[in-house]
């Protein structure tokens, strides 16, 4: 009996002595004798065998359930992270968006006044102290104006509204800013309006 079980897989030795315990058991003696006298117990073997496989397959079912489980929520919290950060930049580019008509028009407002009477230049005051103020609010906010006047153009910062021929600028150069661009951080709010030469 030795000689067999050192020639047997664990399980195989540990089935073997499972049964051989049940041989001795039963009353039979002799290891090498019919199995056919054990079969009760062997059958019960059996049936034990089977439902402790079957509940090591649930467990090892179970245990690569709960790491994809974890694994899916560990995604779902980047995943959500990420989109809540995407929502609040865009809310925010909104809000400051509505601002622009704004500036410009209080821009627009100080530019259109002209003239020495008291009452031009009080008001002028006014209107440039506000457009001053309103444009601190949104540099506080992380808003910058794209610098366009002579520089070269470029389509992701500047849109080209007019095309001028002249020598006296260089190649793409921006000559004229029709309506000033704003960014927050690496997102465009609005281009600039240019007028581009050559």
Request: negative net charge; charged residues 35%; glycine residues 4%.
């Amino acid at each position: 009996m030795e000689v067999l079980l050192s020639a047997m897989s664990k399980e195989q030795k540990k089935k073997a002595e499972i049964i051989e315990d049940e041989v001795t058991i039963s009353g039979n003696t002799d290891p090498e004798s019919d199995l056919e006298t054990t079969s009760v117990p062997k059958e019960e073997y059996d049936k034990l065998d089977a439902m402790f496989q079957e509940l090591n397959t649930k467990c090892d079912g179970y245990f690569d359930k709960i790491q994809r489980n974890a694994a899916e929520f560990d995604n779902y919290k980047k995943r959500t992270a990420k989109e809540k950060e995407a929502l609040y930049s865009e809310a925010f580019a909104d809000a400051v968006e509505a601002f622009l008509p704004v500036v410009d028009n209080l821009e627009r407002a100080v530019s259109a006044i002209t003239g020495e009477s008291n009452e031009l230049k009080t008001l002028r005051e006014g209107v440039d102290m506000v457009c001053k103020q309103l444009k601190e609010v949104i540099q506080k906010l992380g808003v910058e104006e794209i610098e366009a006047q002579g520089m070269t153009f470029d389509p992701q910062f500047h849109n080209a509204v007019m095309h001028l021929e002249d020598e006296a600028f260089g190649e793409n150069e921006v000559v004229e800013v029709l309506q000033k661009g704003y960014k927050l951080k690496d997102k465009v709010l609005r281009h600039s309006m240019v007028k581009v030469a050559n």
